[in-house]
Structures are given as structure tokens and as C-alpha cells.
């Protein structure tokens, strides 16, 4: 059987890391891989969850299965972490599970749909991360796309993406990112959130939402907007949310699945389902990093310490990303790269070449993905010289 196997490409954000962890030019620069970095390149525990594993340390009495479900006490600080006191929460229409990470979470949202609605089509973004389209197949969905970044005018395409979107049929599914897009950074305003709630309400077809940077844009409330609205105007709503960002929890593969129902009957029919979808693939959460979270966000005084980490972080991002521009400027690049400061969270694109990223690796080591597609995080004061001289030079 195995020797009938033919080997897969790599992951292209693997295969960059793993070549930019060869690399011995001491001028390096990782804009690959999508994780915080602080202006020494270091990816640090923040204090509030160092804190809370000593706390977790000291009272954890068991390694015990937690069930399904995960520890109720993280599935109920998520729902308001996401929602707040949204009347959604109030009427008890909201049923929230721990998930391995957020991609654990989207797996659980693809078989959940399959299970509702097995012919249902999947809407995603174009662009979009590029994980989504193999979680998707994978749970048996099929695929289509909606514009969304235009790439000559570098913003966002909502014209196209709302035309695209009113002909969505009851019963599908469209995926939205509740906030700094992946990979494009450009977000949806208040305005054209209000408009795609709209559309979903009088067409019929459910929302999925794709929360994996709740802080990183605007602010935690600020970047909830789209998902309290449109648990306020719709009777379903399905979100799949991760800590691995906010709180710094990439190794320990924390994140959330969240349905949203008409009734509170509907939402417990919904999370049985919920269940055995989750029974047949992992059966059980981990608990550690969820109990991470829930202790933090459990004490008051953690959670003033993690806000002002988060925020910390979130500026440290915008920061980067007017040294940026502002760096281009300095060396003499006449093209206008100020779109760059009008995205949000992690990720833009360069809007350089797949030739050009291929020279800037090669020749400057300085790596990204061919699509130009940025990490904001490795920018720093030490490196953004280097890094904006080299892209001049490439792109004169």
C-alpha cells in the first residue's frame, strides 16, 4: 500500500522556515511565519500566562479526560470575550466548545456543516489563508470564492464582493474574517459589515467566522464588531476563534467552535451534533491551554495584566507597519507603499513579484511567501533598513 504513495509539496510557510533556518547571513530577515515576534525576533510567554501555569501547576489534581465539551468554565469566558453581554448570550442562544487551536475548530465547523447540510457549498474569501481551502476539502465541503482584495488598487474589492455574495443561495456558507484579514490585512468597516449582515438576513445563507486575531487589529471589543451584529440581526451564526495569537498560546493549541441558534431548543439539537462530529475526530480537547485562558480571564487582576500585554502587542504591529513605509521613503522609493498602513494585524502584501520575492531571498535573505505576502511581526528597528534597501534595490 505505501509504496504506491507519490510524496506531497511541502507547505510553502514550513519549507520558508526551514530555509531561513539554514541560512548563516547574519542580515536574515523571517517574514514568513505568522507569529508575534518583539524587536529582538523573540516570540516571548507573556507574564499573565506565565503567572497562570504556576497557579495551574500548584491546583491541577488530575490529567482526567474533560469531555468533549472541554472545561465549561473556558467555553463560557470565550462566549464573552467574543460576544460581551450580547442579548444572543442573555437569551441563551450561544453554545461554545474548546477546540484543539483554531484549526481544530475549523475541521469541527467543516463536519458540522457536512452534517447539517451535506450539499452545502463554502464561500471563502480571494485571498484567503491558504489552510482553509484543505479543511474544507477535507471535510468533504465544496468550495467556491468571492472577490475581496484587488490587487491593483491594493484595497479592499467590496463592490465585487458584495455582488458576488447576493447571489449566495440559502443554505450556504460564506467565511468572513472577523478582523485582520489573512492574508491581506484589509478589513471590513462598520458600514460594510452592516451591509453583508443585511444580505445574509435576506438571502438565507449562514455566516462563518473566522476570529483567529480578536486584539491584534483594533482593540478586543473593536474587532468583535462583525460577529456581535450579526449575532444580533441573524438566527445562525458559527465562529471558530483561537488563542494561539492573543495570548500567545501557539504550542498549546487553544481556540473555540461557537454556534449561534434561533432558540435555545435549536442550539442544544445543534450542539449535540456539534458533539459527535467532535467524538469522531479528536473526542477530546486538551485542557491545559484552555485552563491557561480561563484562569487568566478568571482574575481580574491577570486579565488587566493580559490587556496591557495585548496591547503591547497590537501597537507593536501598527508601529511596524508606518517603519515600514516610512523606511521606504527614506531610501528613496518613489512607490507608494501607504496602503500598508491602512490594513490591520499581521499580514499585507508587499504587492512585488513572485521574481522579485525570489531575489529577495536568494540574494538578500530576506524571506516571504511568492505571493509577497508579508509577516508584520518581523519588522524591526534593527532590520527594517536592511530590509528597505533590499526591496528598493529590487524593485527599481
Given at each position: 500500500?505505501?509504496?504506491?504513495?507519490?510524496?506531497?509539496?511541502?507547505?510553502?510557510?514550513?519549507?520558508?522556515?526551514?530555509?531561513?533556518?539554514?541560512?548563516?547571513?547574519?542580515?536574515?530577515?523571517?517574514?514568513?511565519?505568522?507569529?508575534?515576534?518583539?524587536?529582538?525576533?523573540?516570540?516571548?510567554?507573556?507574564?499573565?500566562?506565565?503567572?497562570?501555569?504556576?497557579?495551574?501547576?500548584?491546583?491541577?489534581?488530575?490529567?482526567?479526560?474533560?469531555?468533549?465539551?472541554?472545561?465549561?468554565?473556558?467555553?463560557?469566558?470565550?462566549?464573552?470575550?467574543?460576544?460581551?453581554?450580547?442579548?444572543?448570550?442573555?437569551?441563551?442562544?450561544?453554545?461554545?466548545?474548546?477546540?484543539?487551536?483554531?484549526?481544530?475548530?475549523?475541521?469541527?465547523?467543516?463536519?458540522?456543516?457536512?452534517?447539517?447540510?451535506?450539499n452545502a457549498k463554502i464561500w471563502?474569501?480571494?485571498?484567503?489563508?491558504?489552510?482553509?481551502?484543505?479543511?474544507?476539502?477535507?471535510?468533504?465541503?465544496?468550495?467556491?470564492?468571492?472577490?475581496?482584495?484587488?490587487?491593483?488598487?491594493?484595497?479592499?474589492?467590496?463592490?465585487?464582493?458584495?455582488?458576488?455574495?447576493?447571489?449566495?443561495?440559502?443554505?450556504?456558507?460564506?467565511?468572513?474574517?472577523?478582523?485582520?484579514?489573512?492574508?491581506?490585512?484589509?478589513?471590513?468597516?462598520?458600514?460594510?459589515?452592516?451591509?453583508?449582515?443585511?444580505?445574509?438576513?435576506?438571502?438565507?445563507?449562514?455566516?462563518?467566522?473566522?476570529?483567529?486575531?480578536?486584539?491584534?487589529?483594533?482593540?478586543?471589543?473593536?474587532?468583535?464588531?462583525?460577529p456581535r451584529l450579526m449575532a444580533?440581526?441573524?438566527?445562525?451564526?458559527?465562529?471558530?476563534?483561537?488563542?494561539?495569537?492573543?495570548?500567545?498560546?501557539?504550542?498549546?493549541?487553544?481556540?473555540?467552535?461557537?454556534?449561534?441558534?434561533?432558540?435555545?431548543?435549536?442550539?442544544?439539537?445543534?450542539?449535540?451534533?456539534?458533539?459527535?462530529?467532535?467524538?469522531?475526530?479528536?473526542?477530546?480537547?486538551?485542557?491545559?491551554?484552555?485552563?491557561?485562558?480561563?484562569?487568566i480571564l478568571s482574575n481580574s487582576?491577570?486579565?488587566?495584566?493580559?490587556?496591557?500585554?495585548?496591547?503591547?502587542?497590537?501597537?507593536?504591529?501598527?508601529?511596524?507597519?508606518?517603519?515600514?513605509?516610512?523606511?521606504?521613503?527614506?531610501?528613496?522609493?518613489?512607490?507608494?507603499?501607504?496602503?500598508?498602513?491602512?490594513?490591520?494585524?499581521?499580514?499585507?502584501?508587499?504587492?512585488?513579484?513572485?521574481?522579485?520575492?525570489?531575489?529577495?531571498?536568494?540574494?538578500?535573505?530576506?524571506?516571504?511567501?511568492?505571493?509577497?505576502?508579508?509577516?508584520?511581526?518581523?519588522?524591526?528597528?534593527?532590520?527594517?533598513?536592511?530590509?528597505?534597501?533590499?526591496?528598493?534595490?529590487?524593485?527599481?
Amino acid at each position: 500500500m505505501l509504496e504506491q504513495l507519490s510524496p506531497l509539496p511541502a507547505d510553502p510557510i514550513l519549507g520558508l522556515l526551514k530555509a531561513y533556518g539554514e541560512d548563516t547571513n547574519p542580515q536574515k530577515v523571517d517574514l514568513g511565519v505568522g507569529v508575534f515576534k518583539d524587536d529582538n525576533g523573540h516570540t516571548p510567554i507573556l507574564d499573565c500566562v506565565k503567572t497562570a501555569e504556576r497557579q495551574r501547576t500548584d491546583t491541577e489534581m488530575s490529567k482526567i479526560y474533560i469531555g468533549p465539551t472541554g472545561e465549561a468554565a473556558f467555553n463560557e469566558h470565550m462566549t464573552q470575550l467574543i460576544f460581551g453581554q450580547h442579548q444572543a448570550v442573555r437569551d441563551n442562544r450561544a453554545r461554545t466548545i474548546s477546540t484543539p487551536g483554531g484549526t481544530g475548530s475549523l475541521r469541527v465547523a467543516g463536519e458540522f456543516i457536512k452534517a447539517c447540510k451535506p450539499n452545502a457549498k463554502i464561500w471563502l474569501s480571494n485571498p484567503t489563508w491558504a489552510n482553509h481551502n484543505g479543511l474544507f476539502s477535507a471535510a468533504g465541503l465544496t468550495i467556491e470564492s468571492y472577490p475581496y482584495y484587488n490587487y491593483e488598487s491594493k484595497s479592499l474589492d467590496f463592490d465585487a464582493m458584495l455582488t458576488t455574495l447576493a447571489a449566495v443561495p440559502a443554505g450556504d456558507v460564506v467565511l468572513l474574517h472577523a478582523c485582520c484579514h489573512n492574508p491581506s490585512g484589509m478589513d471590513l468597516s462598520k458600514e460594510q459589515w452592516q451591509q453583508v449582515t443585511q444580505l445574509a438576513k435576506q438571502n438565507g445563507f449562514t455566516p462563518l467566522i473566522d476570529m483567529a486575531y480578536q486584539g491584534f487589529g483594533l482593540g478586543l471589543d473593536e474587532d468583535a464588531y462583525g460577529p456581535r451584529l450579526m449575532a444580533q440581526e441573524l438566527d445562525e451564526l458559527l465562529l471558530c476563534s483561537s488563542c494561539s495569537k492573543n495570548f500567545g498560546l501557539y504550542r498549546e493549541r487553544v481556540g473555540g467552535f461557537t454556534l449561534i441558534a434561533k432558540d435555545p431548543a435549536t442550539a442544544d439539537v445543534a450542539h449535540s451534533v456539534v458533539l459527535s462530529v467532535v467524538r469522531s475526530i479528536y473526542s477530546m480537547p486538551p485542557a491545559h491551554g484552555a485552563a491557561l485562558v480561563s484562569t487568566i480571564l478568571s482574575n481580574s487582576d491577570l486579565t488587566a495584566q493580559w490587556h496591557d500585554e495585548l496591547t503591547i502587542m497590537r501597537e507593536r504591529i501598527s508601529n511596524n507597519r508606518h517603519l515600514l513605509v516610512d523606511a521606504l521613503k527614506a531610501v528613496g522609493v518613489e512607490r507608494d507603499f501607504s496602503f500598508i498602513t491602512k490594513q490591520s494585524g499581521m499580514f499585507s502584501f508587499l504587492g512585488i513579484t513572485p521574481e522579485q520575492v525570489s531575489t529577495l531571498i536568494s540574494d538578500y535573505s530576506i524571506y516571504m511567501v511568492d505571493s509577497s505576502r508579508i509577516s508584520i511581526a518581523g519588522i524591526s528597528k534593527d532590520n527594517v533598513k536592511y530590509l528597505a534597501q533590499s526591496i528598493a534595490k529590487v524593485i527599481a
